[in-house]
């Protein structure tokens, strides 16, 4: 067996090489991230947004296939990337331990080339249901050079989603579509600027903020409040000491994925979260409640758009700004009400949660072999292949989120309620076991009950059918997911 290790996701120095760019026009730090090609290896990596690689103890399982990766990484040439079907067999480990990285295990573990899906550290639910080895004591913080081709960006790129000012920069630099705004770092000079716009408005926290550090302020007062929140009160710490003041879009938010090799991009299918804590899309934002695809606003047509108006300057002006962008880019849009056309809200430098879910049910190609060809720049001609229908992911949340939620308590009947109908997937984002054996929450987000089916209407039935046969006290659900498509009846079977 040749040795893969996927690490998916965002952001890390691969080999330990870097440089500090002075022609960089954003003053951000070149990271340049070498991949040494080769028919055996893959890193990926999904949640870190900061440089960090992997060192392996001698102790832990995963010990012979990092030392196998290094001893075969060896550069070769260009090699022809079957998506359905290859003689390449790999060994893959996932970082993380959330709902998303459940759902890539999921797909990697069917994935025609894997022989072996591991994941660190993993959680009770991913290693219940057999998706993955999880790895609980391997330092994915530490550095190792092991010569593994990853799938992720370097630290510099993912300052898309790390810094909204240089996204907008980008956008402005590159004439791509999004909404107009100003940054400030002075709480007077930002409520003048409020006040001269005048509401609705939008506040964000520049940095990462948790899903939380976005205000959409429907009075100057709750814009005022917001700006104070986080330069005054500085409720987001480090990530709040910038603010993006942002125009309003009205409309409809959609999810829109990409694939980039660093100069090449291709589309994954649409979906649409639902982001607002309660029914109705009241209450405040949340990581994401829901989700289903594919998302029948974004046409083919407008995905066209997309790639052309949007993904694709993105990829050529990272290119061109010396710090090219290899990994999944999730592109948050608004399709505006006025023009009917996309503009960017943000970018995420990972697989969205809890759209992963829905997608990573979805997918029908080897994902193994297209993030393998991401890393080694050979995306161009890939094509994607997806099954009909459609799948929706309802997220069960512990009581209390987003704000403070207890801990520690049970969950039951989840067998039961995978079993409930055909295409029944629960990914665990939040679980443990107790001294007893059984599953307890462990986060916020906790479970992601996720139902695949010929439309949006069956899949939504399969999912809630799910979730009514959860036994868990501790915890809540919206209980609408899908409602736009579903009342506009703008959604039809596909396929």
């Known amino acids: 067996m040749s040795c893969a290790i996927f690490n998916v996701g965002a952001s890390f120095n691969l080999h330990g090489h870097s440089h500090v760019g002075n022609s960089n026009p954003f003053h951000f730090r070149v990271q340049h991230c070498v991949l040494h090609k080769s028919s055996s290896s893959l890193l990926l990596q999904n949640l870190n947004l900061r440089c960090s690689n992997v060192s392996v103890s001698a102790s832990s399982p995963f010990h012979n296939v990092f030392k196998c990766s ?17 003689s390449e067999k790999l060994a893959v480990l996932v970082i993380g331990g959330g709902g998303r990285e459940h759902a890539l295990c999921y797909a990697l573990q069917r994935s025609p080339s ?9 959680n ?51 004439d791509i579509p999004t909404a107009k705004y100003k940054t400030f770092t002075d709480p007077s000079i930002a409520k003048q600027y409020i006040q001269e716009q005048g509401a609705p408005i939008v506040i964000k926290a520049d940095g990462l903020a ?26 987001f710490g480090s990530a709040g000491c910038r603010v993006i003041v942002e125009e309003y879009l009205e409309g409809e938010e959609v999810s829109f994925f990409a694939l980039v090799d660093g100069e090449n991009a291709i589309p994954l299918e649409s979906a649409q979260d639902h982001k607002q804590v309660g029914d109705g899309d009241t209450g405040p934002n949340t990581g994401g409640m829901g989700a289903y695809s594919p998302a029948l606003i974004l046409t083919k ?29 999730y592109a948050g849009l608004m399709i505006e009400k006025k023009s009917g056309m996309p503009k960017l809200i943000e970018y995420n430098v990972r697989f969205g949660d809890p759209e992963c879910q829905v997608l990573m049910v979805r997918l029908e190609s080897d994902l193994a072999q297209v993030l393998l060809a991401a890393c080694r720049g ?21 009581k209390g ?22 295409g029944i997937k629960i990914f665990h984002a939040g679980t443990a076991f107790d001294s007893e054996g059984r599953f307890i929450s462990t986060g916020g987000r906790v479970l992601g009950v996720t139902a695949k089916g010929d439309n949006l209407e069956e899949a939504r039935d399969r999912a809630y059918q799910a979730v009514d046969k959860i036994n868990w006290p501790g915890g809540f659900y919206r209980r609408d997911i899908g409602w736009r498509a579903l009342s506009q009846k703008q959604y039809a079977t596909k396929g």
């Open 70 to 86: 290094a001893q075969n990484s060896v550069s070769s040439g260009s090699v022809r990337v079957d998506t359905n079907n290859s």
């Open 210 to 235: 948790a899903g939380k550090g976005v205000t959409v302020a429907m009075t100057l007062e709750e814009a005022y409040e917001a700006v104070d929140s986080m330069l005054v009160k500085g409720d």
């Open 124 to 174: 009770a639910g991913i290693s219940s249901s057999g998706n993955a080895t999880c790895i609980t004591d391997l330092d994915v913080h530490d550095a190792a050079t092991a010569g593994i081709p990853t799938f992720g960006p370097s630290a510099e790129a993912a300052a898309l989603e790390g810094s909204k000012n240089f996204m907008k920069h980008l956008c402005d630099k590159y």
């Open 301 to 329: 047509e407008l995905q066209s758009i997309v790639m052309n108006r949007i993904i694709t300057p993105t990829v050529k002006g990272m290119s061109a700004e010396g710090c090219k962008f290899v990994g999944v880019l």
């Open 114 to 122: 894997c022989d072996a899906v591991f994941c660190a550290p993993g």
């Open 378 to 398: 050979e995306l161009s001609g890939v094509s994607l292949n997806w099954s009909p229908g459609s799948a929706m992911v309802v997220v069960m949340a512990s």
């Open 401 to 422: 989120y987003p704000g403070k939620y207890e801990k520690g308590t049970l969950i039951e009947n989840l067998e039961e309620a995978e079993n409930a109908s055909p």
